[in-house]
């Protein structure tokens, strides 16, 4: 089956700047997430959506930070404006609905803002 | 919420050595325990998990075992090759939080040929 797609790969913008991610999960996958993960460190979840509604997204910096799942399959994340603080890599991942589900991981957007 | 700790955070073996990494968690509630595999530049994967209803799980040279009393669960790796050089994160979760999974700070493994 094809995997979690994620784009782009690479992102580089100034601090003050926009920056947008997209997120295509596994075919059938109710349950999207997206992790922030800051090297060195282990993925933090951001937000979690079952279909196109919001499951958690308590650690969501809401001010800056927003996300989307309109339809229930692709999601977007955007963060607007953009610090330095936020560079890091944005993983994108879903899984089945139920519990214990095994989340599967896309590729990553690597984020530096300078 | 939850919290895990992951313990050590860089850890280097003799090729055909065992390793062993350890986790703990804080929410007597998480049922679900998996252990996800990252190469430099790479996406985590899966390799091993656990639930709660079982004390331990192998999976040839991969084993998780799980003690709920004391809320720890670790990873052992043996006959290490230098192909399981890679950052190891555990993971916590539970259906009262959403199945949210929490993780670890990682584990950075190196096998030394």
């Known amino acids: 089956e094809a995997g979690v797609a994620q784009s782009p790969r690479y992102k580089i913008i100034e601090k003050r700047q926009s920056v947008a991610f997209w997120c295509n999960p596994i075919s059938g996958h109710a349950t999207l997430y997206w992790y922030q993960q800051i090297l060195g460190q282990g993925p933090k979840l951001l937000i979690q959506?079952?279909?196109?509604?919001?499951?958690?997204d308590s650690q969501l910096p809401k001010d800056r930070f927003s996300a989307e799942r309109l339809k229930g399959v692709d999601s977007t994340l955007k963060i607007q404006p953009a610090k330095l603080e936020d560079s890091a890599v944005y993983l994108c991942a879903s899984s089945q609905y139920g519990p214990s589900a095994e989340q599967y991981f896309g590729p990553g957007t690597r984020l530096t803002v300078t | 919420g939850e919290n895990v700790e992951q313990h050590p955070s860089t850890l280097s073996v003799q090729e055909g050595d065992s390793a062993v990494i350890k986790c703990t968690y804080s929410?007597?509630?998480?049922?679900?325990f998996p252990w996800y595999k990252q190469e430099l530049g790479k996406r985590p994967q899966l390799i091993i998990d656990?639930?709660?209803?079982?004390g331990e799980k192998k999976d040839q040279r991969i084993a998780v075992t799980l003690n709920k009393t004391a809320k720890h669960f670790s990873l052992h790796i043996t006959e290490t090759q230098p192909e399981d050089s890679a950052v190891y994160f555990c993971?916590?979760?539970?259906?009262?939080?959403?199945?949210?999974?929490?993780f670890g700070t990682g584990t950075s493994l190196t096998v030394i040929p």
């Open positions: 656990i639930r709660s209803n079982v």
């Open positions: 993971a916590a979760s539970s259906q009262d939080t959403g199945n949210q999974f929490y």
């Open positions: 959506f079952q279909n196109n509604g919001v499951v958690d």
């Open positions: 929410d007597s509630a998480s049922n679900y």
